[in-house]
């Protein structure tokens, strides 16, 4: 089941200068920064309410980052929502009929196991879906 907004993701080409724009739009200045290098990406959130905002930035030019940037440009690259059981949700969308990039989960910032629902599937806007890392998401 979906629980909430977790986050929206905001690809970025340079982090430092996103970051000094976003903390001066939200009037915070301390953001939590990290690497994901499976991804190839470099991420910082800002928390605001229940909700995040998170930058990404592509370590690599081969990144999906990289290669959404370079397509689209800067901007929202996909809504993020936090689930209560990441592989019944993946099963569940599968059978529902959506295309989905990842069948199993994969660990991704913050402790989190995440999913990927494909664009094509949901009107052009890539789903995340998103579960606090526990060894039952792991399990096959």
């Known amino acids: ?3 909430k907004v ?13 970051i000094e724009l976003f903390s001066k739009l939200f009037k915070i200045n301390s953001v939590e920064t990290e690497e994901v290098p499976d991804q190839k990406v470099r991420l910082s959130f800002f928390h605001v309410g ?9 370590t690599a030019p081969d990144s999906p980052i990289a290669r959404f940037i370079e397509k689209r440009g800067e901007g929202v690259h996909h809504l993020s929502f936090e689930v209560d059981d990441i592989r019944a949700e993946i099963k569940r969308l599968k059978d529902e009929g959506f295309q989905l990039i990842d069948e199993h989960p994969r660990l ?3 402790g989190y196991w995440v999913a990927f629902i494909h664009p094509r599937s949901t009107n052009g806007v890539l ?4 579960q606090k890392a526990t060894s039952k998401a792991t399990e096959r």
Not at 51 to 57: A, D, G, K, M, R
Not at 127 to 130: G, L, Q, R, Y
Request: aromatic share 4%; hydrophobic share 40%; proline share 3%.
């Open 127 to 130: 789903v995340e879906i998103s």
């Open 50 to 58: 229940d909700t995040s905002i998170e930058l990404t930035e592509a």
């Open 1 to 3: 089941m979906f629980r």
């Open 6 to 18: 977790s986050h929206v993701g905001v690809a970025v080409k340079n982090l430092p200068d996103s």
């Open 108 to 110: 991704g910032a913050g």
